[in-house]
T-cell receptor
């Protein structure tokens, strides 16, 4: 199995609080992605990274920020959590012209 | 910019064949296919690159029409284990982001 770990796996938080999700890889892959998955919407790209300190927005980036200070870590921050951000979040990693490997997901509930 | 998948859902009997389609409005560099079981992470099936290179499982076949910006996944002699939601992911020319379609739910009945 590809070395990719998401933490935490489950989180319940209150509306208005900041939340940070972590994605850690041991594969030294260049690309890292954050997706959210909601019923009927498939996997929607939030942000992605193509190198250390190199990130770009995806389709649903409003309310989210990311940072990648090391090759192995890609952090997703919800600046002020809202109920609409209740979702399952997946991190993925990929090399150049290769398949993506997904983490096990983080189930986030905003109450 | 999400690719469009069709059909949205398919129900088959074991042993039947299925085709899942994926289309994009933008020029594609690559197409990925993944399968997701309920409560699990998506798992890689195949990648098709512009120029004809393919990598993936031996029992899975797919096509990539670069001119039409379309790909199809072919599942033959389906088995119960093929059940799940199938996603196509696309990378566009000049961009390194991987964007997924909305998924196709495949149900295989005995």
């Amino acid at each position: 199995d590809a070395g990719i770990t998401q933490s935490p796996r489950h989180k319940v938080t209150e509306t208005g609080t900041p939340v940070t999700l972590r994605c850690h890889q041991t594969e030294n892959h260049r690309y890292m992605y954050w997706y959210r998955q909601d019923p009927g919407h498939g996997l929607r790209l939030i942000h992605y990274s193509y190198g250390v300190k190199d990130t770009d927005k995806g389709e649903v980036s409003d309310g989210y920020s990311v940072s990648r200070s090391k090759t192995e870590d890609f952090l997703l921050t919800l600046e002020s959590a809202t109920s609409s951000q209740t979702s399952v979040y997946f991190c993925a990693i990929a090399g150049i012209n290769t398949e993506a490997f997904f983490g096990q997901g983080t189930r986030l509930t905003v109450v | 910019q999400q690719p469009v998948q069709s059909p949205q859902a398919v129900i088959l009997r074991e042993g039947e064949d299925a085709v899942i389609n994926c289309s994009s409005s933008k020029a594609l560099y690559s197409v990925h296919w993944y399968r997701q079981k309920h409560g699990e992470a998506p798992v890689f099936l195949m990648i098709l690159l512009k120029g004809g290179e393919q990598k993936g499982h031996e029992k899975i076949s797919a096509s990539f029409n670069e001119k039409k910006q379309q790909s199809s996944l072919y599942l033959t002699a389906s088995q119960l284990s093929y059940s799940g939601t199938y996603f196509c992911g696309t990378e566009f020319e000049g961009a390194q982001k991987l964007v997924f379609g909305q998924g196709t739910r495949l149900t295989i009945n005995p």
